[in-house]
């Protein structure tokens, strides 16, 4: 099972941008789906973002036009960048795929 390992979160002023990192700890050029959810404090998690092995993605209505997620297989690495970031977009960002999560990265939108 590949262990995922999320970073780059942080504090940011509405309108600001993040790049969400998720580091796999083996290839992750056959995982045919992975995926990037949020949770916001007493809320169920959410779809944020997937990506296929063939690079088709698809995003929530909430951050469509504003985030992007990517992957990179030579780095095993997916990345979510967000960009026009909200308040409501604060939140722990977790990486999937398959069964495995991350531990999440905490990301906060506030002036």
């Known amino acids: 099972q590949v262990q995922l390992v999320e970073s780059g979160g942080g504090l940011v002023q509405p309108g600001g941008s993040l790049r969400l990192s998720c580091a796999a700890s083996?290839?992750?050029?056959?995982?045919?789906?992975m995926g990037w959810y949020r949770q916001a404090p007493g809320k169920q998690r959410e779809l944020v973002a997937l990506?296929?092995?063939?690079?088709?993605?698809t995003y929530a209505d909430s951050v469509k036009g504003r985030f992007t997620i990517s992957r990179d297989n030579a780095k095993n690495t997916v990345y979510l960048q967000m960009n026009s970031l909200k308040p409501e977009d604060s939140a722990v960002y977790y990486c999937?795929?398959?069964?495995?999560w991350g531990q999440g990265t905490q990301v906060t939108v506030s002036s």
């Open positions: 999937n795929a398959v069964s495995s």
């Open positions: 083996g290839s992750i050029s056959s995982l045919t789906l």
């Open positions: 990506i296929t092995s063939g690079g088709f993605t």
